[in-house]
């Protein structure tokens, strides 16, 4: 295949937080960067798979809308995850398909409908440098995507020229994830959830959560009943963990890991999340369902449920036979 | 203490937590680190990548090669074999300068109410300012884990073992200035980027830790200047000098020696 670089559009108006995000990178943890990628990474799979691109070809992660974009060349492209009002010249257009646009046009991304980030992928991938295996961007450190931050005015994106052509072709209803609210996240119960009384783990699971504002790529923060810790014996762990019964000597955070500072709030550590942290932990969202937190938005409500980590196993392989026929393979 | 049996932590279904002590010794620390290494020495299949804290490692393992279950075991005959901490524990000491109570430190400090750290730290320890530059300054503390965040360390001091007495951020700082360090227990922490945090904060440290960009020719294939099981001695420096580094940052000259811990001296927490 030939690969050569081309313009494909101006960002005319970037919206709150724009940025350019693949599936992340891996295994640098230790050094402090967390995995980072799209959020819904489902639906940024399936609008690539519908481009034909690679699963990974970097795309755009739109959170709440506010976007236009004004397109150079005429190429594919495909819109997925939250519903968040897309448009091309004014005219509402459909997701989870391939849509061809000309030179001229303009998309606008703005007036949600549901979920929190939509995804928008270009035939071939966007073209900007990778950073640690990555093209994803990563603000806290001011790498990957496009300078290292957020989308700006002005902003001009570069793809890889594909020599494919590109059909059109749709994500077949069944295969669309379907969002909340209500959200019901199936959870492993692990790491530190022995230092939490009985009564509280019944809690967590009988309660109903709220999403808090303070929520983003790091973590998702909710409110709900105060939770309860045993009371330690002998260990020395609680003298190196802090004083408050929910520390614990700070170790590696799993990405979807339910921390709870003080029992007063959760916070699960999102793709951007810090690699470590002191804090109990009494469980960790199912890999299968790590995708659907990116669509969460402030305000809405959450239930837990406690899932095996077979069951976990064995929804991870599902997901994963989705993206590994081709389109037409499923059609059929 | 290192436990006879380590506990296993399931992170659901693509991370495990071995956690091998409770106690925060230097040789618990020499020992996860030993442990580590054996870890990547291995045949196991499947491994992303392992973050080494002061009590436990975290294992993130591709769930499409292996199971928690398979992999346990597998991590327990490791382990069986025996985890030989070498008596000689082969080390870097990196020398690295810190402007203490720095005016932007003192800045920072005072956007969040509070008066220069180290005058806080000065009164709860009933000592001088001056004293508590002399004693943090004073031993060499060793690396204990960098995955705070990029470019940062957590180290303790190991020889001699000193301690200031220190409080913590009621609420934490919405900032930290990048190069800050900070002091939270016996842990000695840098802040390589603009983030919060919650450490009584020192002084700040003008070279770079990480050089992402090949800048600085020190840096080639390995663009982070501190890993786990190194050992860090800080030493004072004044305005001037800082102003003069940070002129030439890219030229500065790093010192580093090549050390080792005798492992048998267990001292820390």
């Not at chain 1, 974009?69 to 492209?77: A, C």
């Not at chain 2, 008596?87 to 000491?93: A, D, G």
């Not at chain 2, 750290?117 to 943090?136: F, K, P, Q, T, Y």
């Amino acid at each position: 295949m030939i690969r050569q670089k081309m313009r494909v559009c101006k960002v005319v108006k970037p919206g709150i937080l724009s940025m350019v995000q693949d599936l992340g990178r891996r295994g640098h943890y230790s050094e402090g960067i967390p995995d980072g990628g799209a959020f819904d990474s489902v639906a940024f799979k399936l609008g690539n798979m519908a481009l034909g691109n690679s699963l990974n070809a970097a795309g755009i992660e739109v959170l709440l809308g506010g976007v236009c974009l004004e397109f150079f060349e005429k190429t594919w492209i495909a819109i997925t995850g939250g519903d968040l009002g897309p448009r091309i010249d004014n005219n509402p257009v459909p997701m989870w398909q391939t849509l061809p646009v000309i030179p001229g046009q303009k998309l606008a991304i703005s007036g949600r409908r549901n979920g929190l980030r939509a995804y928008l992928l270009f035939a071939g991938g966007l073209d900007v440098p990778s950073f640690m295996g990555s093209r994803s961007t990563y603000l806290f450190l001011g790498r990957g995507g496009v300078r290292g931050r957020k989308l700006e005015k002005g902003d001009i994106l570069n793809i890889f020229h594909s020599s494919e052509d590109v059909l059109p072709r749709r994500i077949p209803d069944r295969l669309r994830p379907i969002y909340g609210p209500p959200w019901r996240l199936r959870i492993v119960y692990g790491l530190q959830y022995e230092l939490f009384t009985e009564e509280s783990l019944e809690r967590f699971e009988s309660a109903t959560w709220t999403v808090t504002s303070q929520t983003n790529r790091m973590g998702i923060r909710l409110q709900g009943p105060a939770l309860e810790f045993k009371h330690r014996t002998g260990s020395q762990l609680h003298e190196l963990g802090g004083r408050d019964l929910s520390n614990i000597p700070t170790e590696g955070n799993p990405l979807g890991s339910i921390q709870c500072p003080a029992g007063s709030e959760l916070i699960i550590i999102g793709p951007d999340g810090p690699c470590e942290g002191g804090y109990a932990k009494l469980g960790t969202n199912i890999s299968a369902d790590f995708f659907l937190l990116g669509q969460i938005r402030p305000g809405d409500k959450v239930k837990f449920k406690s899932a095996p980590l077979v069951e976990a196993y064995k929804e991870l392989y599902r997901q994963k036979s989705i993206f590994e026929k081709d389109l037409e393979e499923i059609e059929d | 203490m290192i436990y006879k049996e380590p506990i296993f932590h399931i992170g659901g279904d693509s991370f495990l937590t071995i956690e091998l002590g409770d106690d925060g010794s230097l040789f618990l620390n020499l020992y996860i680190l030993t442990l580590e290494k054996m870890i990547w020495g291995s045949d196991i299949p499947g491994l992303i990548d392992t973050t080494a804290l002061r009590t436990t490692i975290m294992v993130h393992y591709d769930p499409f090669i292996m199971q928690a279950h398979q992999l346990i075991q597998k991590l327990k005959d490791l382990i069986a074999k025996g985890v030989e901490v070498p008596k000689k524990f082969s080390s870097r000491l990196i020398h690295l300068p810190v402007y203490y109570n720095d005016p932007w430190t003192r800045e920072c400090a005072k956007a969040f109410g509070l008066p220069p750290n180290l005058e806080i730290i000065a009164r709860e320890n009933n000592i001088s300012v001056e004293e508590v530059i002399e004693i943090h300054s004073q031993p060499i503390y060793f690396v204990s884990y960098t995955s705070f965040m990029y470019g940062s360390f957590g180290t303790f001091p190991i020889a001699p073992f000193t301690i200031l007495k220190n409080s913590k951020y009621k609420t934490p700082r919405k900032w930290t200035s990048p190069g800050t360090i900070g002091i939270g227990g016996t842990t000695t922490t840098y802040y390589s980027i603009r983030s919060p945090g919650g450490l009584m904060m020192l002084g700040n440290i003008p070279v770079k830790t990480f050089d992402t960009e090949g800048r600085h020719k020190f840096f080639g294939e390995d663009p982070l200047l501190i890993h786990p099981g190194d050992m860090i001695r800080f030493f004072p420096i004044d305005g001037e000098e800082y102003e003069h580094i940070k002129e030439n940052i890219d030229e500065y000259s790093y010192k580093i020696e090549e050390s080792h811990i005798d492992s048998t001296k267990n001292e820390g927490l």
